[in-house]
């Protein structure tokens, strides 16, 4: 197994490190309620996806306080 001839500084690991950061998700519209969703999955808000429900979503009653 090769090992390095010399070491390397703390600048040049840190270069190499900096390109391992997090990126953000890639977010789209929802057309048919214009809600945040990721791509190609459906929208968790209406439960379309391309133009067809696959998801049945349930709405939460609120209570009322008597």
């Known amino acids: 197994m090769a090992l390095p001839k010399r070491r390397h500084s703390k600048t040049r690991r840190d270069k190499r490190r900096g390109q391992q950061k997090l990126s953000k998700p890639s977010l789209g ?28 979503i349930k709405i939460k009653e609120k209570k009322e306080k008597k």
């Open 29 to 56: 519209v929802c057309p048919r309620c214009a809600a945040f969703k990721m791509p190609h999955q459906p929208c968790p808000k209406c439960g379309y996806y391309k133009d067809r429900q696959v998801l049945e």
